[in-house]
């Protein structure tokens, strides 16, 4: 399995306070990615990075912001937490050496409850 | 815009019967094709995946998929299922030149096995 860790894996909030996300990974993959998972809606990418300091905006980007200052943690914070953003929410690394499958491996999700 | 429908929601069969699990898909080129599995609690797994060649592919836990171009389609199937299969399972599509925050998620078929 790929080492994929998240914290917190469970949270719940109050609406209006930030919410900080942890995703690190022990296999030196390049790209990590944080979805959202929302009955009816499958896998939404919210944001992804391409390396250290390198991150870009997927589908669903508003309230939302990441951070990658080291390879193997990527930040998903909510700057001000609203019940929209209740969720489960995933981080998924890819690209490691010599791989080029388009396969994603993924954590075991964090689920944020906003009140 | 690339799309994906897996047109059934929930899906019951006995253990031991076949299963095939729908997925069609919107592109207009020739897309990379993706299966994952989730089972309760956890991230997703690939099952499998096309990018070209052969059009029946084989993946893990005895899972197969056929792209058939003429139906835009990419149909799961494992001839006899078993009690741990029970899971969500997730059609993906992404370009054939992508990077990985191109691909674009179904909404999931949830399959339950009964005894």
């Known amino acids: 399995d790929a080492g994929i860790t998240q914290s917190p894996r469970h949270k719940v909030t109050e609406t209006g306070t930030p919410v900080t996300l942890r995703c690190h990974q022990t296999e030196n993959h390049r790209y990590m990615y944080w979805y959202r998972q929302d009955p009816g809606h499958g896998l939404r990418l919210i944001h992804y990075s391409y390396g250290v300091k390198d991150t870009d905006k997927g589908e669903v980007s508003d309230g939302y912001s990441v951070s990658r200052s080291k390879t193997e943690d990527f930040l998903l914070t909510l700057e001000s937490a609203t019940s929209s953003q209740t969720s489960v929410y995933f981080c998924a690394i890819s690209g490691g050496t010599g791989s080029n499958t388009g396969e994603l491996f993924f954590g075991e999700g964090s689920r944020l409850t906003v009140l | 815009a690339q799309s994906v429908t897996q047109p059934d929601i929930h899906i019951t069969v006995s253990e031991g019967a076949s299963l095939e699990l729908r997925c069609n898909y919107s592109y207009g080129a020739t897309p990379y094709l993706f299966w994952y599995v989730q089972s309760p609690g956890q991230g997703l797994q690939l099952l499998l995946k096309y990018f070209s060649g052969d059009t029946l592919v084989q993946g893990i836990k005895g899972f197969e998929a056929e792209f058939k171009r003429s139906q835009s389609s990419f149909n799961l199937r494992k001839p006899s299922v078993h009690w741990s299969d029970a899971a969500e399972y997730f059609c993906?599509?992404?370009?054939?030149?992508?990077?990985?925050?191109?691909?674009?998620f179904g909404t999931g078929t949830r399959l339950t096995i009964i005894p």
């Open positions: 993906a599509v992404g370009p054939s030149n992508f990077g990985n925050e191109k691909l674009t």
